[in-house]
């Protein structure tokens, strides 16, 4: 399908976000609807994930996956580390991907393609555009304290996310003179003090019906496979306190507030022509089984900018 840029190259920065990552396959296929296709794609952790997907010409296989996706299968690819540096070693996951998908040097993709991780030792920002595709997602998705570290040509791995939530100054060293960016975090921040304020006009009632029930499916399930020993320590950490967010919710808001600062920082330097911002602070860092709202979302994203990128792409 042709572009409305008349040649223009159009680079696609696809965000961290966690969850609300399958936003993005939304985002593309709503672009796709007004003859916008990405000559570039750029990602960062769960963007990565999505836009190697779709550079390697699987997205709609992706998409009929986390669509069916269920909490059960969620858990089951969850294998724990409890010395590796970071709650889940990933080997599942990425397995279950090999099984779905045959790995590709990203230098062989139909579309040029490049993901964001940081350096643990330097904080470097480091840009993988070569080399197996599936350890570049693998690096990129390294969220700390959840995903372990990865090993990469001498490096230690970790999500691009601490240094370049929405990359899109890798976009345009790719070459992109037009980049459209999605950025999931940005009405995340004061999420938690908008919740606050609502329990206190419920009578201090207990967090949100949604939450709760991401933390009993997490918790219930668990149970089931970890030692009864543990299951003190893992209330702990997903938050059975209903005065106190789990160790995860506040992993996740911690980060959600350092991503949103980074990217309001680097935009400020470097802004994309079209950033889309997706309305996803209900969705929770691990609610993977919510995929059909949160792709949708992402179609309605671009939809609100229609008129924008109409004039933008036709004026250039």
């Known amino acids: 399908m042709q572009s409305k840029s008349d040649g223009l190259k159009i680079g696609l920065a696809l965000g961290s976000g966690s969850a609300r990552g399958w936003s993005h396959i939304g985002v593309i296929h709503a672009l796709a ?4 296709e990405p000559d570039i794609i750029t990602g960062c952790s769960i963007g990565a994930l999505v836009g190697a997907a ?21 858990v089951d690819l969850m294998d724990i580390s409890y010395l590796g540096g970071g709650f889940l ?3 599942k996951l ?5 099984k779905k998908t045959k790995d590709i040097d990203i230098e062989d993709l139909d579309i040029p393609f490049g993901a964001v991780t940081t350096d643990l030792d330097s904080g470097r920002e480091i840009w993988l555009q070569n080399g197996s595709l599936m350890d570049a997602v693998r690096a990129s998705i390294a969220l700390p304290g959840l995903f372990t570290p990865v090993e ?3 490096r230690w791995h970790v999500d ?9 100054s890798l976009c345009r060293a790719m070459g992109a003179e037009i980049v459209i960016a999605v950025n999931l975090n940005g009405d995340v921040v004061g999420k938690h003090r908008r919740e606050r304020d609502r329990k206190i006009e419920n009578s201090r009632k207990a967090e949100s019906e949604a939450e709760m029930q991401l933390w009993d499916k997490f918790i219930g399930q668990f149970k089931n496979s970890v030692q009864n ?4 320590w893992l209330n702990e950490l997903l938050g059975s306190n209903k005065d106190m967010p789990g160790m995860f919710e506040i992993l996740a808001g911690s980060i959600n507030i350092m991503q949103d ?17 997706p309305r996803l602070a209900h969705i929770n860092m691990m609610e993977f089984d919510r995929a059909d709202e949160v792709i949708e979302e992402g179609r309605a994203s671009v939809k609100r900018f229609q008129s924008v990128l109409d004039d933008l792409l036709q004026n250039q």
């Open 33 to 36: 609807e007004q003859g916008i």
């Open 54 to 74: 779709h550079a390697k010409g699987e997205l709609d296989k992706l998409e009929e996956w986390v669509r069916q996706l269920r909490w059960k299968e969620i």
């Open 89 to 91: 070693k990933g080997d």
């Open 94 to 98: 990425m397995q279950f991907l090999m």
């Open 152 to 154: 990469r040509e001498g």
């Open 160 to 168: 691009g996310g601490l240094v370049n939530p929405v990359p899109v």
């Open 229 to 232: 020993k543990k299951e003190e």
């Open 261 to 277: 600062r980074i990217t309001r920082s680097r935009m400020a330097g470097d802004p994309a022509e079209i950033m889309l911002s």
